[in-house]
């Protein structure tokens, strides 16, 4: 069964860097195609950045870029977002997710598996 095991997040001030961990059991990376995804309060849920199954890259928030960077290390299992210089706007539940789609999209209805998100609260 595949499980997707998130850490990292907490509070940091405007600024600031967090790392977030999405580590995938059950299956290898390889095998799915795995999105970020975040909600903030009052908010619908949206596209962060995805990895597809081939290991291609991207962001769909370009207040990200330069700012989120997405990896994955394939003898761990295990994604990474990494975020620096974070803004009070990217407050937010964080999500990781998998599908098994060959490409990246920002549609959630495509993820079938959901780590349980953790809170990343960017404040002063």
């Known amino acids: 069964q595949l499980q997707l095991v998130q850490s990292g997040g907490g509070l940091v001030q405007p600024g600031g860097s967090l790392r977030l961990s999405c580590a995938v059991s059950?299956?290898?990376?390889?095998?799915?195609?795995i999105g970020w995804f975040r909600q903030a309060p009052g908010k619908e849920r949206e596209g962060v950045s995805c990895?597809?199954?081939?290991?291609?890259?991207?962001n769909y928030v370009d207040s990200e870029k330069g700012r989120f960077t997405m990896s994955r290390d394939i003898a761990k299992n295990t994604l990474y977002l990494e975020m620096n210089s974070l803004k009070p706007e990217d407050t937010a539940i964080y999500y990781c997710?998998?599908?098994?789609?060959?490409?990246?999209?920002?549609?959630?209805?495509?993820?079938?598996?959901w780590g349980r998100g953790t809170q990343v609260t960017v404040s002063s």
């Open positions: 997710a998998a599908g098994s789609m060959w490409y990246c999209t920002d549609a959630d209805a495509d993820f079938r598996s």
């Open positions: 059950g299956a290898t990376l390889d095998a799915y195609t």
């Open positions: 990895v597809s199954r081939i290991g291609s890259r991207t």
